[in-house]
């Protein structure tokens, strides 16, 4: 697509579609994480995130839905916070880095049950 600029010229827009290594689309699913962090005590959990498939002019979901297993879940309260933000998101990702392992993290933050 091609959007004629004010001045003189144009944006091209290029639209695809999302697909995994796997060859399987993500269009306006995404990708269903291997661990769950839920927000710690204090923290808002109906704030909406915004999503591709939230916007005007999103491309639809193709294909079938993927099944979901069971994903392991833990607070992010069990992470340590970092920087000055004090951000316990990004603790958790250090930890799982730090780790080496999905079951080494789970471990170490004290996985809480399967959902």
């Keep these: 697509t091609i959007l004629p600029l004010p001045l003189e010229g144009g944006l091209k827009m290029t639209t695809a579609l999302y697909y995994a290594p796997s060859g399987k689309t993500i269009q306006a699913r995404g990708v269903a994480p291997d661990i769950i962090i ?10 909406k995130r915004r999503r591709e498939q939230d916007l005007p002019g999103a ?6 839905e993927p099944v979901h297993t069971a994903t392991p879940q833990v607070s992010e309260s069990g992470c340590p916070e970092v920087g000055e933000n004090k951000d316990r ?8 880095l730090h780790a080496g392992s999905a079951k080494k993290f789970l471990a170490v933050v004290k996985a809480q049950p399967r959902i």
Excluded: E, R
């Excluded at 204090?42 to 704030?47: H, S, V, Y």
């Excluded at 998101?89 to 799982?96: D, E, I, K, V, Y």
């Design 59 to 64: 491309m639809p979901a193709v294909g079938k």
């Design 89 to 96: 998101q990004l603790g958790c990702a250090l930890a799982f």
């Design 38 to 47: 839920n927000p710690a005590k204090g923290d808002d959990p109906a704030t």
